[in-house]
């Protein structure tokens, strides 16, 4: 198993151009996440689907759209690039959204910058 | 606001030490979970131990273990017989209704 998956690796964007993040798991998880990794401030959290056909905003979500394309893969959509999206991405899943006490398996992360 | 907070952004300990990783967090619900990631210099998220808030008694994964201080919302992570493998950024998280939170993190460096 691969587990969590994601592409692109690394990604430089000018500022205005969009670009979509791919994530998919193979652990047939009910649910995705999407956050942000910047320095000194920990993961923050953008969408999550908590199931295949539904999406919902979390702690951070302006600038960006996700696309629950099925139960595998949860995409995340930069419209229009901006410096202050320049991160490191992560996607994640896990069993459940409904039991708190299930881990999330996270991916290897997209490095994103926008000059 | 609910929020996690890791007072320690680096911490040092000799090998085969043992080390406390202190954090503290902020909710007025009564069942959540906690969790302590540990993110190597590959990126990669993984989990090192987890706690219920309902549960008394302090959860162990080998040489991890925590102090989980409910009415203190207090859930310190010590790594016992530290090994150069532990050196890793250390990030404590809850879980509460759809959400995770994070702290900041803590950089762990192991020295030979």
């Known amino acids: 198993n691969a587990g969590v998956t994601q592409t692109p690796k690394f990604q430089v964007l000018k500022t205005g151009q969009s670009m979509t993040l791919q994530c998919a798991q193979d652990?047939?998880?009910?649910?995705m996440y999407w956050y942000r990794q910047d320095p000194g401030m920990g993961l923050r959290l953008i969408y999550y689907?908590?199931?295949?056909?539904?999406?919902d905003k979390g702690e951070v979500p302006n600038g960006y759209n996700v696309s629950r394309l099925n139960k595998r893969e949860f995409s995340l959509r930069l419209e229009s690039a901006a410096p202050s999206q320049t991160s490191v991405y992560f996607c994640a899943s896990s069993e459940d959204l409904s039991s708190l006490a299930y881990e999330q398996y996270f991916g290897p992360g997209t490095r994103l910058t926008v000059t | 606001a609910q929020t996690v907070t890791q007072s320690q952004p680096e911490m040092s300990v000799q090998e085969a030490e043992t080390v406390t990783l202190s954090c503290t967090y902020d909710t007025s619900e009564s069942d959540y979970y906690l969790f302590w990631y540990k993110q190597p210099p590959s990126r990669q998220m993984i989990l090192v131990i987890r706690?219920?808030?309902?549960?008394?008694q302090n959860a162990t994964e080998n040489r991890f273990s925590v102090n989980f201080q409910k009415a203190a919302k207090s859930f310190s992570l010590k790594i016992s017989d530290s090994q150069l493998g532990d050196a890793a950024m250390y990030f404590c998280a809850y879980t509460l209704n759809n959400d995770m939170r994070f702290g900041a993190g803590t950089r762990l460096t192991v020295k030979p």
């Open positions: 652990m047939n998880h009910n649910s």
């Open positions: 706690q219920e808030a309902y549960k008394q």
């Open positions: 689907s908590a199931s295949e056909g539904t999406t």
